[in-house]
């Protein structure tokens, strides 16, 4: 006896028997784990298109045999990983993760294609209702000749006006190529609508532009970039298009209008299911009040 307790006092010896008791602790409790409560994966056909279409749809071919056996390991692994991780409690206030499953809900709420399958009806009276959506406003074509100011100087007004007699004394074709000073804007404009030549050419010269008489050659009118001689040479009012104009147009709007629709009602069908109550927390005497409660 005296020897054991002598070995017992030894602190390697107590060393290794408090490693033994923790292996010997350890084992057991996973024993119970591993013995006969496995849990199942199944990868069954529904899962196998999904992984193939994805595949297919990403680098536009189908996948290998192989390339098939990874993308089923890799959903293998993900979906132990994920088991696991609940397990642990790593998705609890996990931002990331609640997102992710909102999405997944959302998609799930999602319409199918016959909530999406309006009769003609239904799209010329959606047509009719959002006709200022659909409105084509006035639309020109021209042709312009550029002077540069940078390039002129002080003589750029000057010889814009001695160009303009020129234009409208000339007879036949003119070739506005050969004319004014070299730039990237466009010479000959085809119809297009008032927003597309702001964007191009600035309000002022815009302005202008759909105040002048079409057939005759104008200006100089100034834009952004300079000096500019125009000539209209097609000009179309603004209307209200006829719906065989604008189907594909007023289909997609008129789906994206359903669709979001739809999910709001789904949505807040889940949410009656629930009470939800806000606690708002103290105010603070530091807080500053909205100035609509202040003004109360």
């Avoid at 088991?83 to 990331?96: A, F, I, W, Y």
């Avoid at 309000?203 to 000539?231: C, I, M």
Wanted: charged content about 35%.
């Amino acid at each position: 006896m005296k020897i054991v307790r002598r070995i017992l006092a030894e602190p390697l010896a107590q060393f290794l028997l408090i490693g033994i008791a923790v292996f010997g602790l350890y084992s057991f409790v996973n024993s119970g784990e591993t013995g006969g409560d496995r849990q199942t994966i199944e990868v069954g056909p529904g899962r196998i298109a999904q992984l193939y279409e994805s595949f297919s749809r990403t680098w536009q071919r189908p996948p290998t045999r192989d390339e098939m056996q990874g993308l089923i390991d890799a959903y293998v692994k993900e979906e132990i990983f994920y088991r696991e991780g609940r397990k642990l409690g790593l998705d609890q206030d996990d931002t990331v993760f609640r997102r992710r499953l909102q999405q997944k809900m959302e998609f799930l709420i999602e319409p199918n294609a016959s909530d999406l399958s309006p009769s003609e009806e239904e799209l010329a009276k959606y047509l009719e209702d959002n006709r200022e959506k659909f409105r084509r406003s006035e639309r020109i074509a021209f042709r312009q000749i550029f002077l540069n100011p940078q390039k002129r100087g002080g003589e750029a007004e000057a010889d814009a006006n001695a160009l303009l007699d020129a234009l409208r004394s000339a007879e036949g074709e003119i070739d506005v190529g050969r004319l004014g000073d070299p730039t990237l804007l466009p010479q000959t404009v085809p119809l297009v609508s008032v927003e597309q030549i702001e964007n191009t050419f600035g309000k002022e010269f815009t302005g202008e532009l759909f105040k002048a008489d079409a057939g005759q050659w104008t200006g100089p009118w100034r834009s952004t970039y300079g000096l500019h001689l125009v000539h209209i040479d097609d000009r179309e009012a603004a209307r209200d298009p006829a719906i065989d104009e604008i189907r594909d147009a007023v289909l997609r709007e008129w789906e994206a209008e359903k669709r979001r629709r739809i999910a709001e009602e789904r949505y807040l069908d889940l949410k009656e299911r629930y009470e939800v109550k806000v606690t708002w927390p103290a105010p603070r005497e530091d807080d500053v009040p909205p100035k609509s409660a202040a003004a109360r």
